[in-house]
């Protein structure tokens, strides 16, 4: 594999038995030739409903503030 810079993002969405709901992100990347993933985020979904919406608006939020932009 060749380290090009570029990265995968993955998302998944849970909810545990007390009805609250989980949203993680984990980025995929080449180094030194091999595949790796780290875990970004694992936090409450605070919105109001689980819209496509409310996800896409989490999920910005979070890369944005890993960034550090």
């Known amino acids: 594999m060749e ?3 570029l990265v995968g993002v993955t998302t998944d969405m849970w909810t545990d038995s007390k ?3 989980y949203l993680s992100l ?3 990347f080449v180094l030194e030739s091999a595949l790796r993933s780290s875990i970004l985020s694992v936090e409450k979904f605070l919105g109001d409903y689980e819209t496509a ?7 910005i939020n979070c890369l ?3 960034a550090g932009c």
């Open 3 to 5: 380290e090009n810079g």
């Open 26 to 28: 984990t980025v995929h």
């Open 19 to 21: 009805n609250c709901a």
């Open 53 to 59: 919406e409310n996800v896409k608006k989490h999920i």
């Open 64 to 66: 944005i503030s890993k």
